[in-house]
């Protein structure tokens, strides 16, 4: 500990920089005053960055260090595209775990005569290091860069190297208490390192795409956990107080997402959807297609109409035709609305987030305990490459594996358009009713090419 | 070993702030709350700074380490800036 002495003034200012944290997180949880809170987090930031900076070890390293990191990761920023924001997320969540990954090495020479510190620095190394490479693995599934999914010969190796890595936290433990060692310790350290960062990939690899908002919040938690452990190792509070309100937040994001899917965090984390093959007994019928010029007539006599995007449209990019199409039909006298269920997408609120990028006015976007009582007097639902999240299985079908997930009931709607590029299933693998349903009519091809289709109807 | 304790009270006070202080979020909020907070794990950056640099290896680890949370500090700030500046009542 003695080598920084933080001195009275920097304890102050981690007082003042804390007080900014914790009233930017308040205000980034209302509409109206989330910028602002935004910006007096980065101002909490840029203080307490401030007064660790002014005795600084060594300038060159240090300023070297956050010029290389502030231009990478404001180029970064500034360029991405927002239909690429969940792998970004991602991605710099993933940097902050690395970072506190060197910390904790960097600590390990410190800790020889403390069996405590040494033990906050194991759990550190590995809870920084599997949010790093566990991100990146996020990252690739995300922006599609990585393929390989559960099942996969490699995604087995690599979970067995996961449970492994649990394991050697164990024995890193009782490592110090046993006398002589078949290697020398800074050769086993080493392996543990390794260890670390490929278990981070066995625990995000077999997990699915369309469980990626509990992934992406989960590793979001635990970045802010490592944050605060770094902080109980360097004995300094504002790393305690911030990254425990990040691994706060994170977990509650995360408990909402499991909650919004009816799973529990472990099945989601461990298991996946059971490839149960009981559930397709129901009879499927027939689906009846429509063409744009008849989905237009319907549409131009609606008086109320219900959009539900999906990842299908962020795949698409249709957002903006989408809002074209929303303004069209509020033009004509149409009542819309856009439903938003909270796993709809790649990451939590990724919909909303593309509707603002197109410019929807985000008080027309509901949640599905709003728009679900009124479905009955909705006369068209439009669903845009939405699958499980409107999949009436999950009310209807107690074998079902999605059975009593929240949906947004549209198959109570009078009628039901489905834009849809083919019949497959969605990433629960569950035949989904809805498609066979009398008042279902499906519009099948690119969604931003069939809304744009509907959108130059209503131009004519 | 009582500084630990005292640290664990403050850990423990401030998970609990956290839990208070977001359990009610709209989800239209839910990415740039996660996102503004990813921004905050970056204060890993403050851990950063005060490492040792006796060593090369030190040294080049100090270096990384402040380069990557760098990175989620100024990436994690501007992009959830940016996708605030999106969201609008009309």
């Not at chain 1, 203080?47 to 060594?58: H, R």
């Not at chain 1, 490929?198 to 956990?225: A, E, R, T, W």
């Not at chain 1, 059971?274 to 689906?287: N, R």
């Not at chain 1, 929807?360 to 479905?375: F, H, T």
Request: proline share 3%; no cysteine; hydrophobic share 50%.
């Amino acid at each position: 500990m003695e080598n920084f002495d933080i001195t009275l003034a920097q304890n102050i200012a981690y007082i003042l920089a804390a007080i900014l944290f914790i009233t930017g997180i308040k205000m980034l949880g209302k509409e109206a005053t989330a910028q602002r809170g935004n910006v007096i987090s980065a101002i909490g930031m840029f203080v307490a960055i401030i007064v660790t900076a002014i005795n600084i070890v060594n300038p060159f390293v240090v300023l070297g260090g956050i010029m290389l990191g502030a231009f990478i990761g404001s180029v970064i920023a500034i360029r991405v595209k927002m239909t690429s924001i969940p792998e970004m997320v991602a991605l710099f969540n993933g940097f902050g775990g690395l970072a506190t990954f060197f910390i904790a090495w960097s600590e390990m020479s410190n800790s020889n005569d403390n069996l405590f510190q040494y033990l906050l620095v194991i759990l550190t190394i590995y809870i920084g290091g599997v949010t790093f490479s566990g991100s990146l693995i996020a990252f690739g599934k995300l922006s599609e860069r990585l393929k390989i999914g559960k099942g996969h010969l490699l995604t087995n190796l690599f979970i067995s190297i996961f449970y492994i890595s649990l394991i050697s936290i164990l024995a890193m433990l009782v490592l110090p208490m046993i006398g002589s060692l078949p290697l020398n310790f800074e050769t086993i350290f080493y392996i543990y390192l390794a260890l670390v960062m490929l278990g981070g990939v066995g625990f995000v690899l077999p997990i699915g795409g369309g469980d990626m908002p509990v992934v992406i919040s989960l590793l979001n938690s635990l970045s802010g956990i490592a944050a605060a452990f770094a902080g109980l190792i360097l004995v300094n509070n504002v790393l305690i107080v911030a990254g425990s309100l990040v691994g706060a937040s994170g977990l509650i994001l995360t408990i909402i997402m499991a909650k919004a899917m009816n799973r529990t965090i472990g099945n989601i984390l461990f298991v996946g959807y059971a490839a149960s093959g009981t559930s397709s007994s129901s009879e499927q019928g027939e689906v009846k297609p429509i063409n744009a010029e008849d989905a237009f007539l319907i549409l131009e006599n609606a008086s109320s109409v219900l959009i539900v995007p999906g990842y299908g449209m962020a795949v698409a990019q249709a957002q903006h035709v989408v809002r074209e199409l929303g303004e069209l039909l509020d033009e004509n006298g149409t009542d819309v609305k856009y439903g938003i269920h909270p796993v709809a997408g790649r990451m939590p609120g990724h919909m909303n987030v593309l509707l603002a990028e197109a410019n929807v006015s985000y008080d027309l976007l509901a949640e599905p305990d709003d728009v679900n009582p009124m479905m009955d007097t909705v006369d068209v639902a439009i669903v845009i490459g939405a699958n499980d999240v409107v999949n009436p299985s999950a009310t209807e079908e107690p074998g079902s594996p999605i059975y009593g997930m929240p949906i947004l009931e549209v198959a109570n709607a009078r009628t039901v358009f489905v834009l849809k590029r083919s019949m497959s299933s969605g990433f629960a693998g569950v035949q989904n009713p809805l498609f066979f349903k009398e008042n279902t009519r499906m519009l099948f091809g690119d969604a931003k090419e069939s809304i744009s289709g509907l959108v130059s109807e209503f131009k004519d | 070993m009582e500084i630990y304790i005292l640290l664990g009270f403050v850990l423990i006070l401030s998970i609990y702030l956290g839990l208070e202080l977001i359990s009610k979020v709209p989800s239209t909020l839910h990415t740039p709350l996660m996102s503004g907070a990813n921004a905050i794990s970056g204060i890993a950056l403050v851990g950063a700074l005060t490492l040792t640099q006796d060593t090369f290896l030190q040294t080049v680890i100090a270096f990384l380490a402040i380069t990557f949370a760098s990175i989620n500090v100024f990436g994690g700030y501007l992009v959830t800036n940016r996708m605030l500046s999106m969201f609008k009542k009309k």
